[in-house]
């Protein structure tokens, strides 16, 4: 079954309905939502309030994964899914170590799109494609895409906490750009999984299913295969234990305010799992004798 873009509403602009980018944003501090989207993550709180933990954890777990990229030599970056880019997003940890990084945000939701050309308009090297990611190659052809991104150039791909609110096969969103990557290249996932079901998650899940984008869980093994074809880095600095972890362990920093009881003991930091994985060179084909 393809990835469905029904559940992702951009007919209008639907202010009176939360939506699940700016309830991020209100769950990360922000101040880009609406009084839906409050009321809405605050029934959420309600019944769980350590989500908020776990919107911060994936937070500054992508800050992570975008230092790591740049370490690896990558200065291109495409947000997926990225929601508005506020408190701590990719161009800002980018372009603090490079300036000039390019970066380019792909949402579909209208008032997220409009908030986020208003905050990157004086930013060259920063752009902001209005589609729907399940129709990835309306994102590669985008002339946004095209002025930012070579990718004859390794790029890092995000789709930090995204892809649960999408149904059907979601590796149809990242075969494209998978393929298009060149060796060196970067993905970074981060994904919900019902691998610690509690009351608060089945709630957690059931109010969600009242918004325009409800949860799609999906087990370890099928988040894994998002990774075809990619060598997944450790999730220590310099070990050898590469796989998917909870969003939290990996590499963590060493002043991390996240760390402790919560993190240890929330389903929701637990079920969140992530993996980050480079594109290898291809082998050259051995000379013949």
Known sequence: MPAQPASWPFADLGLDRPNAARMYDYLLGGSHNFAADRQAADAVLAVAPDVG?????NRAFLRRAVRYSLDEGVRQFIDLGSGIPTVGCAHEVAQEFDPESRTVYVDVEPVTIA??????HDNPNVDVVEADI?????VLRDQVTRRLIDFAQPVAVLCVAVLHFIPGDVDLVLAPFRR????GSVLVVSHATPIRTTAQ???????????????QL???????????GLDLAPSTAGGSDAGLVPVAEWRP??????TGQTIADSPFIAGFLVGVARKPTPIAAAAPP
């Open 53 to 57: 933990v776990a919107a911060r954890a």
């Open 115 to 120: 908030h986020a050309r208003t905050l990157l």
């Open 134 to 138: 399940c129709f990835p190659d309306l």
């Open 180 to 183: 298009i990557m060149s060796p």
């Open 201 to 215: 998650t089945i709630e957690v899940e059931r109010l969600y299913q009242r918004t325009p984008t409800p949860l």
């Open 218 to 228: 999906r087990r370890p093994d099928e988040v894994l295969a998002l990774f075809q």
């Open 253 to 258: 920093d060493i002043d991390d305010s996240q």
